[in-house]
């Protein structure tokens, strides 16, 4: 799942006087689940607040604090729902038409308007456009593809998470697996993927229980307390996922260790952040549909922000600028998932091309569906 491709539940309630053919029809009414909605839209924001105070941690511990946080579980929360989501894939011509246009045609479009844009904003004029290199933030869907292309495969094997955390860990003894597709980070963030096709319902209702937010306040405090004391001990590098140990200046068997141990602690602080995520339709629920319209566009605005230089104003290295800085964030991605910006770029980033595939895709698909129900 994309983190604009909210799961949808079928309404299990049939209006009075419909026929049997009506409660059978396909076009059967939908709704989307409000809390995951509102988890991914939370999820958005902070991604977008991290990104603005990349430039103020060198002049502040607490904002390097608050980044080590939201670093440590922002990415796997979106991952491990991603996973949840990804459960129904089956590599059906449905499902793969729906990858490719969902995932596939946004990284090429993406990964080419970020290239050409961050040649004028990083003054790299003869930056390449490399569809096998991932820049900023299209990482992302190259590693969505990866990982829901091998959903079958986790679906199949016994025990998907103890393997997924052993190639994790694995990858992080191999800083020669270079660049391509990102795929460090990919097998690194992994192990979230495969939990979250391994989750069911009950797993999300436990969370989402009084005793669960409770706790969850003196757990987020104490890594609070945590982060602010490691700042000057530990390199946050270690939650991008994205080199292997030697390259963060360890030796290589710190790696395994590392993945267990950040592994622990970020699933810890997501269950933390979903006890806090309303499950009632909110004011922002509708926003959690247009996500991944505001996580691949807010890169632009930061992109061009960090062009004019905006962090070597004193003001913004102070308290209160730096909190104007971060509300700022949170109302610009939360304007790029808005229902006008998606109908402007729809087009790029849920394309139908029907002109691309074949007319007896979807109709194959139905068909293998009735079988598989026989």
């Not at 045609?105 to 490399?130: G, H, I, K, M």
Request: with cysteine; proline share 6%.
């Amino acid at each position: 799942m994309a983190p604009g491709s909210a799961g949808t539940a079928a309404d299990g309630g049939v209006a009075r006087g419909t026929t049997s053919a009506a409660r059978t029809a396909p076009e059967r009414t939908k709704q989307r689940d409000a809390f995951f909605d509102n988890a991914k839209y939370l999820a958005i924001v902070l991604v977008a607040m991290g990104h603005v105070w990349e430039p103020l941690r060198s002049e502040s511990r607490t904002v390097t604090a608050l980044y080590t946080i939201v670093y440590a579980f922002h990415m796997p929360a979106f991952i491990v729902i991603s996973g949840y989501f990804s459960r129904g894939f089956d590599a059906s011509p449905q499902k793969l038409k729906r990858l490719i246009t969902g995932v596939v045609v946004p990284y090429v479009v993406f990964e080419t308007a970020y290239t050409l844009f961050t040649r004028w904003t990083d003054n790299v004029p003869d930056r390449p456009v490399s569809l096998l290199d991932p820049l900023y933030l299209t990482w992302f869907l190259a590693a969505l593809f990866i990982w829901r292309l091998t959903t079958p495969l986790w679906k199949s094997v016994r025990h998907p998470l103890p393997l997924a955390l052993g190639i994790a860990a694995l990858a992080t003894l191999s800083p020669s697996i270079g660049s391509d597709l990102d795929l460090q980070r990919a097998l690194q963030f992994l192990p979230y993927f495969v939990l979250g096709l391994c989750l069911k319902p009950e797993h999300f209702r436990l969370v989402r229980r009084r005793e669960a937010r409770v706790l969850a306040v003196p757990v987020f405090a104490c890594a609070l307390a945590v982060a602010y004391w490691a700042v000057p001990r530990m390199d946050y590098a270690w939650f991008f996922h994205r080199r292997a140990a030697e390259e963060l200046g360890v030796p290589a068997w710190y790696g395994p260790v590392m993945t267990l141990a950040l592994f622990g602690c970020s699933l810890t602080l997501v269950a933390c952040f979903l006890a806090w995520v309303p499950g009632r339709r909110t004011w922002f629920s509708a926003l959690g549909a247009g996500t991944l319209y505001g996580y691949l566009l807010h890169g632009f605005v930061v992109q061009a922000a960090n062009h004019w230089h905006w962090s070597r104003l004193d003001w913004t290295h102070r308290p209160l600028g730096e909190i104007t800085v971060t509300l700022v964030a949170g109302a610009v991605v939360t304007a790029l998932c808005t229902p006008p910006v998606r109908r402007v770029f729809r087009c790029v980033m849920e394309p139908k091309m029907a002109w691309a595939f074949r007319r007896d895709t979807a109709s194959g698909s139905l068909h293998d569906r009735a079988v598989r129900h026989r």
